[in-house]
């Protein structure tokens, strides 16, 4: 399988002088099936997340903000962490970019478990792996339409689960100066082509196709 390094982004089709890129995937639009399927991945990918990033650049040049997209995000983090000063378009596009570009960086085909830090923080904070999927789940099915379940750690390294409405992100809270270690999508696109209106199923399976070595990653370096 071809790894790209978390930090490149050389996208297809995508115009180099757009201010933010979606960042390719490490694996095919088929590799995670049967658990995500290839029709779900190529709409999501290509249509929703594409969507996403033009309307965030043409955001950028309509209201004028000097911004790039840097190596390590700082970009996207700096509008998130100031968005009361944008637009509603802004605001909903720059979630949409930043949250698919978490979401599609975190599977990986080849089933792994937690190890090092993460897991030691998910033994801490929720007693075992079976307890986080539990209660990551709940909060999935509580989530009243569209919207986002989060797994972060605070700066102590204690494990917490957060929602969020539409395409908003944990970052866009002024108090907000923990790790995003995990995002779950629960928008109908990341799920009704083949699980249509059952939530829960989506969210069950979605557990077999984390990458827990980025997690880990995000949990030492990342944010």
């Not at 000097?66 to 720059?94: C, F, H, W």
Request: negative net charge; glycine residues 6%; contains cysteine.
């Amino acid at each position: 399988m071809k790894i790209v390094n978390f930090y490149d982004y050389f996208p297809i089709n995508e115009a180099k002088s757009s201010y933010f890129k979606r960042k390719p995937l490490d694996y095919t639009f088929g590799d995670l099936e049967p658990f995500i399927d290839k029709e779900t991945m190529l709409e999501h990918y290509n249509v929703h997340y594409k969507k996403y990033t033009d309307l965030l650049n043409e955001c950028v040049e309509e209201e004028s903000i000097p911004v790039q997209m840097g190596p390590n995000m700082e970009g996207i983090k700096s509008i998130l962490r100031n968005v009361g000063r944008y637009t509603d378009k802004l605001r909903n596009n720059a979630g949409g970019f930043y949250n698919h570009f978490l979401y599609f960086d975190q599977f990986t085909p080849e089933m792994n478990v937690p190890q090092g830090e993460i897991k030691k923080s998910i033994l801490t904070s929720f007693v075992s792996l079976s307890n986080l999927k539990r209660e990551i789940l709940e909060s999935g099915l509580s989530q009243f339409g569209s919207g986002w379940v989060w797994l972060i750690s605070d700066l102590s390294g204690n494990l917490y689960i957060k929602n969020t409405s539409n395409q908003d992100n944990p970052l866009m809270e002024e108090s907000f100066n923990d790790k995003i270690l995990l995002g779950i999508d629960v928008w109908e696109h990341a799920y009704y082509l083949k699980h249509k209106a059952d939530r829960k199923s989506y969210l069950k399976e979605i557990f077999k196709i984390i990458d827990w070595d980025k997690v880990n990653r995000r949990l030492e370096n990342f944010n």
